[in-house]
């Protein structure tokens, strides 16, 4: 079974601490996102990486960085929280995708709510 | 406008009902149409996808593609309180070599025993 596992389960921070949110994956896959889920929103993809430290912005970088040191480890970092950054963080890894007519399936950790006060 | 929407509900329905669960698009050049399962607390896992137009079925659930309306529906026949969660459609182009996925924000769906 593909595992992917987050950190922490719940967090709480200050508004203006640096954030770490760490994710581990055990199936060898290249590709890695973190996503934010939020009521109304749905997912949203922050940064997504290819490989070892390849990175992508996605749709909503601002305020975020990521880091990939290991191709099993994705890190995201809020470098200065804030209050709209309170949300549930969701990590997922999967194979690139071979073929044109392929989907290959985005697995995903059990989230990390996080609280910014 | 949102590339994709979808009716968060709550839907509530009886044990042993027929679920429709459906997604609208905008974006034409989506091909992959998939449905993931959010149980709560809990991150999504993939339930079915289907490449393009048509249906697809697995067991008690069924996925249809309607490109021309530019629809989507899942249903769920004999529904058991254990489909109970949250549904979210997402959709992915084909272009490009990473596969940008799109969901929707997910319909609750709860079936009462």
């Known amino acids: 079974d593909v595992k992917v596992t987050q950190s922490s389960r719940y967090l709480v921070k200050r508004t203006g601490e640096k954030v770490f949110l760490e994710c581990v994956q055990d199936?060898?896959?290249?590709?890695m996102f973190w996503y934010r889920q939020d009521p109304g929103l749905g997912l949203r993809l922050i940064y997504f990486?290819?490989?070892?430290?390849?990175?992508e912005k996605g749709d909503i970088p601002e305020g975020y960085s990521v880091s990939r040191e290991k191709k099993e480890r994705f890190s995201l970092i809020l470098e200065s929280a804030s209050t709209n950054q309170t949300s549930m963080y969701l990590c997922?890894?999967?194979?690139?995708?071979?073929?044109?007519?392929?989907?290959?399936?985005?697995?995903f950790g059990p989230g990390t709510r996080l609280t910014v006060l | 406008q949102k590339e994709v929407e979808q009716d968060p509900g709550p839907l509530s329905v009886p044990e042993g009902a027929i679920v429709s669960l459906n997604c609208t698009y905008s974006?034409?050049?989506?091909?992959?149409f998939m449905w993931y399962r959010q149980y709560s607390r809990k991150g999504p896992e993939l339930l079915m996808y289907?490449?393009?137009?048509g249906n697809k079925e697995d067991g008690r659930f069924t996925a249809q593609v309607d490109k021309s309306s530019k629809y989507i529906s899942l249903f769920i026949r004999d529904s058991q309180p254990s489909d109970s969660a949250t549904y979210l459609c997402?959709?992915?182009?084909?272009?490009?070599?990473?596969?940008?996925?799109?969901f929707g924000t997910g319909t609750k769906l709860q079936v009462i025993p």
């Open positions: 997922a890894s999967s194979y690139p995708r071979l073929a044109a007519s392929s989907y290959n399936e985005q697995f």
């Open positions: 199936m060898d896959h290249e590709n």
């Open positions: 990486s290819y490989d070892v430290k390849m990175k």
């Open positions: 974006n034409s050049a989506f091909q992959y």
């Open positions: 289907t490449y393009s137009s």
């Open positions: 997402a959709m992915s182009p084909t272009s490009g070599g990473y596969q940008k996925v799109t």
